[in-house]
């Protein structure tokens, strides 16, 4: 693998290194509490059902963990970001293709022989499609986990008004000055 893995805002290149320890279970709690939610609901959104979504976060995790020996930082090369996408797309890929393979014969017609080898070959025409549902729900993500921290860096007063304020945009109501 030649690691595509730019280190983006949701994703610290320290602990992508940690990974590379299969022993290491806090790190990788740490990388499955963090994006589990974001491959799930992008399983999701790509049309698949809650378990067929859930079978795709622990096979995309497990790839993860099966490919992370390999990896190297370079920024040079790819994002983390592009690299776990295209993981996951081909988890969905996999589901997408059981889901078919039940309702399908066993064995494909004799004259239907080779057309799953050249509609493989073919450009999806959803891929851009996909690849804006991934990065909204990439930003989606990296905005979740900087407002999980910033919920525990300030007391539930001040997020509150944060809240309301900014993410929300509540006017702030008037309020008359200490001087008047």
Same mark, same amino acid.
């Given at each position: @693998?030649?690691a595509?893995?730019?280190?983006?805002p949701?994703?610290?290149?320290?602990?992508?290194?940690?990974?590379k320890?299969?022993?290491?279970q806090d790190?990788? #709690?740490?990388f499955?509490?963090? $994006?589990?939610?974001l491959? $799930?609901?992008?399983a999701?959104?790509s049309?698949?059902?809650?378990?067929?979504?859930?079978?795709?976060?622990q096979?995309?995790?497990?790839?993860v963990a099966?490919? @992370? =020996?390999?990896? #190297? $930082?370079d920024p040079?090369v790819?994002s983390?970001? %592009?690299w776990?996408?295209?993981l996951? =797309?081909? #988890?969905?890929?996999?589901?997408l #293709?059981?889901?078919?393979? *039940?309702? %399908?014969?066993?064995e494909?017609?004799?004259e239907?022989?080779?057309?799953?080898?050249f *509609? *493989?070959?073919v450009p999806?025409? /959803?891929?851009?499609?996909?690849?804006?549902?991934?990065?909204?729900?990439?930003?989606? =993500?990296? @905005?979740?986990?900087?407002?999980?921290?910033?919920?525990?860096?300030?007391?539930?007063r /001040? $997020?509150?008004i944060?809240d309301?304020y900014?993410?929300?945009k509540?006017?702030c109501?008037? %309020?008359?000055?200490?001087?008047?």
């Open positions: @693998m030649s595509n893995s730019t280190a983006s949701g994703t610290r290149e320290s602990l992508l290194v940690r990974l320890d299969w022993g290491d790190s990788w #709690r740490t499955f509490d963090t $994006y589990w939610k491959i $799930y609901t992008f999701i959104k049309g698949l059902s809650e378990a067929e979504a859930q079978d795709v976060v096979e995309t995790v497990l790839s099966k490919k @992370m =020996h390999e990896f #190297r $930082y040079g790819g983390f970001k %592009s776990l996408l295209q996951t =797309h081909w #988890r969905i890929l996999g589901q #293709r059981k889901r078919s393979d *039940m309702v %399908s014969p066993a494909p017609l004799p239907r022989a080779g057309e799953t080898d *509609m *493989m070959r999806d025409p /959803e891929g851009n499609a996909l690849e804006k549902i991934w990065e909204q729900e990439w930003q989606k =993500h990296v @905005m979740d986990v900087a407002l999980d921290k910033v919920k525990h860096r300030c007391n539930a /001040e $997020y509150q944060f309301l900014v993410l929300n509540c006017p109501a008037k %309020s008359p000055k200490p001087w008047e």
